[in-house]
Structure formats: C-alpha cells, structure tokens
C-alpha cells in the first residue's frame, strides 16, 4: 500500500511556478485625502453629537464610529512603493501580483504585501578551500553582482532567496575550482589562473542555471581570491621559479644559436678568416658559453698562432 502511494505521488506533475504578473492597484493619493476628508467629518460629527440629545445624539455618534472604521480599513490599503523595491501583494495565501511603480498606492486592504529589493547587490563568498583538478589544495574565493528579476519565484519558489543565492554561489565555485586545474603549465587546457575571463564565464553560466528557479538574474562573476593552499605553497613557487628558469633559459639557448650561426656565415662570406671544422666547434663552443652564461667571461689573449 505503501509503495502504491509512493508511485502515486511519483506519477505527479511537478508544481508549477508561480511567475510575476502586475498587481491591481491604484494611486493612493486620492484615497489617502478622501480618507482624511471623511475623519474630518467624523470629528465634526462627534463634536455636534456632544451639544445634541437623545436619538439624534447616537445616530450621529454611531455615524462618526462607522466612518471612523471605513476610512481605517480603507486606509489600510495604502502601500508606499520606494524605488529598487517591489511589493508582493498575497490574498488569503494567494498571489495577486507585484507593484513595481514607484509611489504611494491603493490595493485591496485585506491583502499582505511583501516587499521585496529589487536593487543591484553583491555577494562575496566566503574563502573556500578545495582541491583543483590536479589535486592541489587551493583557496578560492568569488563576488557575485545578482538581482532579482521574478519577485515572485523570489517568494514563492524558495525558501529565503538571498541564503539560496549564497548557498549556490559556494557550490559553483567549488564545482569549477574542482573541474580546472590552477596552472595549465605550458599546455592549452584552460586553468584557473591563466583563462579568468573564461573560467568566470562559465561560473556565471553555472550560477544562472542554479538559482533560476528563485528568479535571480547574475549580473556577472569575478575570483577575488584564487591562491595554494599555504602547506604547498611554498613547494609550488619553487616549481613555477624553475618552470620559468627553464623557459628563460630555453629563449637564451634558441637566442644565442641564431647569434652564433649568423656569426660563422658572416665570417664565411666575407673571408675575414677560414676556419676547419676542429676551430668551428672550437669557436662555436666559446660562443655559446659567452652568451649563454649567467656571468661575466673573462677574455683570455692568445699570444701564439691560431694553431698553437
């Protein structure tokens, strides 16, 4: 029986969305001097009933009470809308719309409206500490600039949406920190370090499928902390100083090889000197070693022949 009402439940549609449509309303300016106009009237009536007597003396006292009680309750439908903010306006459990227009507005006055900022924000995310693709321990940390688009998924598709906006934000982040490697070292593959502007794109992408469903627009993503983790980060700076000395030296050797090469063939077409291939090396050697060495050479003379 059990499992008969699990499938049941299973069988069934998903719950639909509730999405923002405008609200009826009206400019509460009228409402507000009409209401103040009518206690007016009230008070004059009490003050008459206090010089009268008898019937005529209830009559106009349960008059001023019975406008008294409209005008609170008509009062009660007045709603200042502030600019970046929007009213939800909910009926016996209900959605009824969203006020968007700036001002002072009249609804129905039994109804609740729930405000909601719809005004630019930032989130930064707290530091995370993750393992990239390469199992480096990293830490990571993201700003998110989000509104809300949809007051209504806001309200009703979640929970309390500015903690579902955070909650999301240190998912994806630790979901792409965890995808990429921090340094491509020499290779094409995108890393965190060398492809930002890709890797926070696809961050936005990721955290705009995320929070949809509370009708959050990401405005856009920036890493503001992207480090090692301190127990290896000394271990990798010796290993990016010897990638970098590697490559250094890598552009010093193709340098001075084209160097030496223009050397001999200059020699070769101008007939400064003939050289045998013993003294080519021999020449070839002492020039790479000048060039490529990380300290001044000394010039030794050589008083003897060219072959002594």
Known sequence: MAAQVLAAEGNQAPRQPVNEYPARFISGLGIGIIGIVLVAGGVA???????????????????????????????????????????????????????RDAGLQWVNPFTNRIEVSTRIRNLESAQAKVNDADGNPIE??????????????????????????????????????????????????????????????????????????????IIETRLTRLSYAPEIAQAMLRQQQASAVVGARQRIVEGAVGMVKLALERLEDEGVVELDEERKAAMVSNLLVVLCSEQATQQVVNTGSLYS
């Open 140 to 217: 990571i940390a993201a700003v998110v600039v989000w509104e809300v688009r949809d007051t209504a998924n806001a309200i009703y598709s979640v929970d309390d949406y500015t903690k579902f906006v955070a909650i999301q934000t240190e998912t994806a982040v630790r979901h792409i920190a965890g995808s990429y490697p921090y340094d491509s070292r020499g290779t094409e593959a995108l890393s965190l370090r060398d492809n930002a502007d890709e890797i926070t794109e696809r961050l936005s992408a990721e955290l705009t499928d995320r929070v949809k469903s509370a009708g959050v627009h």
């Open 45 to 99: 009536l009490v003050l008459v009933a206090s010089h009268q007597t008898g019937a005529l003396r209830g009559w106009l006292i349960g008059l001023a009470v019975l406008i008294f009680v409209v005008v609170s309750v008509a009062l009660r439908g007045l709603t200042p809308v502030v600019p970046g903010k929007a009213r939800v306006v909910q009926l016996f459990g209900q959605y009824r719309g969203t006020i």
